[in-house]
């Protein structure tokens, strides 16, 4: 907001990361509350619900889910201020905690795979494949056979030319 004022202009524009690694500016103003924001990213998006997303701070090396209740702009200066307490300078300087916006799904629920195209493609695969690779989710030869499968087809599509590192990837 400060931001703004310093350069004489009423719109403010902040970028929201998503599990996909792509990003977008979205309109934020100071009355603007966590769920509009919910809802203009879910529209913008084409989602079909916004039902279990929220928006995320990352701030020195946490996240913190914005409460859907609260300004934005509050929630982050708020935020800043407990780190800064929090985390004090030993040398007596100020430090400065830039932040990243990130909306993700936060509850899982009521998701069922193939219903929502978008959301599956820019969050559920995305936000999900840390914890198969991890071993989190039981699942036999064949379906992480299959899974494996589905992970080479969506960082490589049809090519074949990356089977070759296949084996050395499975020693590392």
Same mark, same amino acid.
């Given at each position: 907001?400060?931001?703004?004022?310093?350069? &004489?202009?009423?719109?403010?524009?902040? #970028?929201?990361?998503?599990?996909?690694?792509?990003?977008? $500016?979205?309109?934020?103003?100071?009355?603007?509350? $966590?769920?509009?924001?919910? #809802?203009?990213? =879910?529209?913008?998006?084409?989602?079909?619900? /916004?039902? /279990?997303?929220?928006?995320?701070?990352?701030?020195?090396?946490? $996240?913190?889910?914005?409460?859907?209740?609260?300004?934005?702009?509050?929630?982050?200066?708020?935020?800043?201020? @407990?780190?800064?307490?929090?985390?004090?300078?030993?040398?007596?300087?100020?430090?400065?905690?830039?932040?990243?916006?990130?909306?993700?799904?936060?509850? @899982?629920?009521?998701? =069922?795979? /193939?219903?929502?195209?978008?959301?599956? =493609?820019?969050?559920?695969?995305?936000?999900?494949?840390? #914890?198969?690779?991890?071993? @989190?989710?039981?699942?036999? &030869?064949? !379906?992480? $056979?299959?899974?494996?499968?589905?992970?080479?087809?969506?960082?490589?599509?049809?090519? #074949?030319?990356?089977?070759?590192?296949?084996? !050395?990837?499975?020693?590392?």
């Amino acid at each position: 907001e400060v931001e703004a004022i310093q350069h &004489k202009t009423t719109e403010i524009y902040h #970028k929201i990361y998503f599990p996909d690694d792509t990003e977008e $500016a979205f309109l934020v103003d100071s009355s603007t509350k $966590a769920r509009d924001l919910v #809802k203009t990213v =879910v529209e913008r998006l084409n989602l079909l619900s /916004g039902q /279990g997303f929220s928006i995320f701070v990352k701030i020195a090396d946490k $996240a913190i889910s914005v409460p859907e209740a609260d300004f934005f702009f509050d929630f982050i200066r708020s935020l800043t201020e @407990w780190i800064k307490k929090a985390r004090p300078a030993r040398d007596g300087t100020t430090p400065n905690y830039s932040y990243q916006v990130f909306f993700m799904r936060k509850l @899982w629920t009521h998701v =069922v795979p /193939g219903r929502d195209r978008n959301a599956d =493609v820019i969050f559920h695969f995305h936000q999900e494949l840390p #914890k198969f690779l991890r071993g @989190w989710h039981k699942c036999d &030869k064949s !379906q992480a $056979a299959n899974l494996a499968a589905l992970i080479y087809r969506t960082r490589f599509g049809k090519s #074949k030319h990356e089977l070759t590192t296949v084996p !050395q990837v499975i020693s590392e």
